[in-house]
């Protein structure tokens, strides 16, 4: 019962279930002897057999077993090949995913054997200048003036009046208070976007530095916001970022193995798409 | 599976030659020190293709994918999906099964014999009927490492999970970038119960000195086990914590006080997980553990992703049994347990604060994202098995799941250190995945005006407890002019996740014991939008936030960016012990099943929500007279 539980959760059940329908369309089909294909079973292989079994059962197989252990084999092997024959392997993602694996890992494992010098890592490091760019940082101070006033955007613009006439009140005086930080140092854009949307970022990422400006909106309300340090982006020492130098290097040797594994193999096929416009 | 795992082994240890240890800063050294502390997220419960189950449902992502895609770096995964974070995260746990480290190194091998290759060929076909098996096998107590693997060669097998346990912590040292990024050495603690069911922890060091072996279910039966294993081989410079998770699936042993094999705990065993356990996974893509209705807890919003069935009542019963939850299965009782033992044993065992995280078996940490899910196991990166379409006729798919959490930590800065301390105080929180910004704190005399000071947290901080602390009245009596009478006053502040849906609500969960019994109440404390609570009801009116789940849009004109709100407890009574804790939720939005739905252009299934509210769960702030 529990076996056949087992069974009907197993996907290659489905798989078989699909399969049965096509394969019985097919099994009364063709029977021309002479096209029959050969199995052979050496010597070698029954050895195998035999060691094999012997393992599972603590003795060598008798006649008779030997004879069910290649009967078994050679039912195998016809269905095997019967499969293979009639593209099953094809409609089944399992299967195929898993023969792609494979072979995409017997690819890789060859191409990462040898380890790079630091020659060849620095050149590395010259082309993915963009990669191991780091990104402009902003430091800076806001006021905010929260969405629930009843003209937030125009407290903040009066504000703003007053802090550029440098008379009254300081930024500490105004607005509203802020659940985080008054003061944020070397955030990067997705960082300040992080804390207070995307629009607010670009907008605080195009400030020049020193004078209070705004208002801008946030996610939360309305903010004055002074720009005290923008820090240009800048290439980091190859020392610095040799690691990930190293590890993009590796990366790097796996992608050119199967790009070059698929090159080679694709040379071998012709490759149609018939793709039909869709209105 | 031999040339497969050779390959797999190969690339593991590169990205870890080079590391050298990572020194450690001492606390300050960044720049972003803050005695107010930061906000930090973070997903301590990652598997990657080490775990095997992870490896069994086809993932092939490593540590270092893990590492990459944590922080922000897209990869791409065994089938074929390429995906990223739209926010990288500050700290990871890569939380892979203890049970299976060794697992990869023995079978790469060339030593094998016919029995050992068998079993590891057998781990390159992905099947639910050798994972079930597996699983058969590990339920059976006392648990046995790996039979078909180690049975004749036990020594090679305990060799090879050291190795395994080397790579990953030289993964993590390496991928530790003080100020930046921070990585910490773990892994998971994973007895299974049956029914696939689990009694499960992950385990967590401060920093690079760690026992040079993992404590799987292999070598501790139980979790005292595992807690006296630890705290006896984790000595000096190691530090370590544990953190529960899927209390939901314990089939009520989370906080029966039984160990797996249904021994009681002694009173020394409390104490040891008290100091083992300081926080407690509530939400992740297994579902929320957080409260069962009618299971103790009385709101409706305990019902949120659900993962199994809570067991029947029959006659006001809790029918318990293997397969459903009853009501020890479930944090908030496991919190109403503590006060009752507090009274025994004279200190409070279960006092634990909360976070959340995805136990993702993809590698993919973090991405909680309800839009870009793509499942949390390779089996299910199809929409169609995931809304359970792929069969005739359709099944329930995994529809129950739901892409995780986060852990949220205030913490002085970016470092282990920091991070490690703010877990053992609970300043912590949990979320269903969104970045909700969650302030919580209580004192005793935090004035309305407080809201509107520019120095308010300075003045929290100074004059009260932050979330995960203990506010205590007789000491406060010593020191301030707290009267009898006085009760105390929390600050709630919640700003909303600048990338998800406005802010709707705030509730407060308080639970306390009388008469030896427990009880609770759940309180709508602040409703955005100008609403107050229905006084006969307690909840917030409807808002009219809506979802056309037609196309996932939200009204953006309903709800609020932030709500924070000063509450006093109108029952409170100083003589009895509580707890108070927070959940914040969102407006509506689409649940990741209505996203799938849409792509595949079909109608959202009727057996789950087409809608959700992500929220935050506050860590707890107990009282004690």
């Known amino acids: 019962m529990r076996t056949w539980k087992k069974i009907f959760r197993d996907p290659i059940f489905h798989f078989s279930l699909l399969g049965g329908a096509l394969f019985m369309a097919d099994f009364y089909a063709s029977e021309t002897p002479s096209e029959r294909q050969s199995i052979e079973i050496d010597q070698a292989q029954i050895e195998w057999m035999k060691s094999a079994s012997k393992k599972e059962i603590g003795r060598l197989p008798g006649d008779r077993e030997l004879e069910n252990l290649i009967d078994n084999f050679v039912r195998e092997e016809v269905y095997f090949r019967e499969a293979l024959a009639m593209g099953l392997e094809r409609d089944d993602v399992i299967v195929r995913r898993r023969l792609v694996q494979k072979l995409r890992f017997l690819v890789e494992d060859v191409a990462t054997v040898q380890t790079p010098g630091d020659e060849e890592l620095r050149r590395l490091f010259d082309q993915l200048r963009e990669y191991f760019l780091e990104p402009e940082r902003f430091s800076f101070s806001h006021i905010y003036f929260r969405h629930s006033r009843e003209d937030a955007r125009g407290d903040a613009q009066k504000s703003l009046v007053q802090l550029k006439g440098g008379k009254g009140k300081t930024p500490k005086q105004l607005g509203d208070p802020f659940m985080m930080r008054y003061h944020y140092a070397n955030q990067n854009q997705p960082q300040i976007a992080e804390s207070f949307g995307g629009d607010f970022a670009a907008q605080v990422a195009s400030l020049a530095p020193g004078q209070w400006h705004g208002p801008f909106q946030s996610a939360y309300g309305w903010h004055l916001v002074k720009l005290s340090e923008k820090r240009d982006s800048y290439t980091p020492a190859f020392d610095d970022v040799k690691e990930s130098v190293m590890a993009q290097w590796y990366q790097q040797q796996r992608e050119k193995a199967n790009d070059e594994a698929f090159e080679r193999l694709q040379k071998t096929y012709q490759i149609k798409i018939h793709q039909t416009q869709e209105s | ?625």
């Open chain 2, 1 to 625: 599976m031999t040339k497969m795992l050779a390959a797999i082994s190969i690339l593991l240890p590169l990205s870890v030659l080079s590391a050298d240890s990572t020194a450690e800063l001492t606390e300050g050294l960044t720049g972003e020190f803050s005695e107010t502390r930061n906000l930090y997220f973070g997903d301590t419960h990652v598997h990657t293709s080490l775990s095997f189950d992870a490896y069994l449902f086809g993932n092939r992502s490593g540590l270092e994918d893990a590492y990459r895609f944590a922080k922000g770096e897209a990869i791409t995964l065994a089938t074929g999906n390429t995906t990223q974070l739209s926010t990288p995260l500050d700290f990871v746990v890569m939380a892979d099964h203890a049970e299976s480290f060794g697992l990869f190194e023995t079978c790469s091998r060339d030593t094998l014999n016919e029995k050992q290759r068998k079993y590891c060929t057998a781990f390159d076909t992905p099947s639910m009927t050798f994972f079930l098996q597996l699983r058969n096998e590990g339920v059976q107590r006392p648990p046995k490492r790996l039979p078909s693997l180690c049975e004749d060669d036990m020594a090679t097998c305990l060799t090879d999970s050291r190795t395994t346990w080397d790579k990953v912590r030289a993964a993590a040292d390496a991928h530790n970038e003080p100020g930046q990024f921070t990585a910490f050495s773990g892994y998971e603690y994973s007895p299974p119960l049956k029914k696939r069911g689990k009694i499960h922890r992950n385990v967590i060091f401060r920093n690079s000195t760690t026992p040079d072996r993992v404590v799987s279910a292999f070598d501790a039966e139980t979790v005292l086990d595992l807690w006296k294993t630890l705290e006896a081989e984790c000595t000096g410079e190691c530090e370590f914590l544990t953190i529960p998770h899927n209390m939901n699936k314990t089939w009520d042993i989370a906080y029966s006080g039984k160990t797996i094999d249904g021994d009681s705990y002694e009173d020394k065993d409390w104490g040891l997980r008290r100091r083992s356990e300081p926080l407690a996974e509530i939400f992740q893509i297994k579902g929320s553990s957080e409260c069962g209705y009618d299971l103790g807890a009385s709101d409706e919003e305990c019902h949120f992703e659900r993962l199994v069935p809570l067991c029947p009542k029959v006659d006001g019963e809790i029918q318990l049994a293997p397969g459903c939850s009853g009501r020890l299965s479930f944090a908030r009782e496991g919190l109403k347990e503590g006060l009752k033992l507090e009274r025994t044993l004279g200190f409070n065992p279960l006092q634990f604060g909360f976070i959340g995280s995805t136990d993702t078996h993809n590698s993919t940490a973090g991405a909680t994202e309800e839009f870009s899910y793509i499942g949390a196991s390779t089996h299910e990166a199809s929409a169609k098995v995931r809304l359970g379409l792929n069969t005739v006729p359709k099944n329930k798919g995994k529809l129950n799941r739901n892409p995780g959490g986060l852990a949220a930590v205030w913490a002085t800065e970016n470092t282990r250190d920091a991070i490690f301390d703010s877990m053992q105080r609970r300043e912590t929180y949990a979320t269903s995945g969104t970045r909700i910004k969650l302030r919580f704190f209580a004192g005793w005399h935090f004035e309305q005006a407080l809201l509107e000071d520019s120095q308010w947290l300075d003045k929290a901080y100074r004059d009260g407890v932050p979330m995960g602390d203990v506010l205590a009245h007789t000491k406060q009596k010593e020191n301030t002019n707290v009267a009898p009478e006085d009760a105390p006053e929390f600050l709630i502040w919640a700003l909303k996740d600048a990338k998800s849906s406005n802010l709707q609500r705030v509730q407060m969960i308080k639970g306390w014991v009388e008469n030896g019994e427990s009880k609770e109440s759940v309180f709508d404390i602040a409703c955005a939008d100008g609403l107050s609570p229905d006084a006969a009801t307690g909840r917030c009116p409807d808002n009219g936030a809506r979802v056309d789940i037609a196309n996932c849009t939200v009204s953006s004109d309903r709800g609020a960016g932030e709500i924070k709100t000063r509450w006093r407890d109108p029952d409170f009574n100083a003589d009895q012990s509580a707890f108070y804790y927070i959940r914040v939720l969102e407006n509506p939005s689409c649940r990741w099943s209505t996203f799938d739905a849409i792509s595949l252009g079909v109608a959202p299934p009727d057996d789950a929500p087409a809608t959700i509210q992500e929220r935050a769960w506050s860590s707890p702030i107990w009282y004690t007279p």
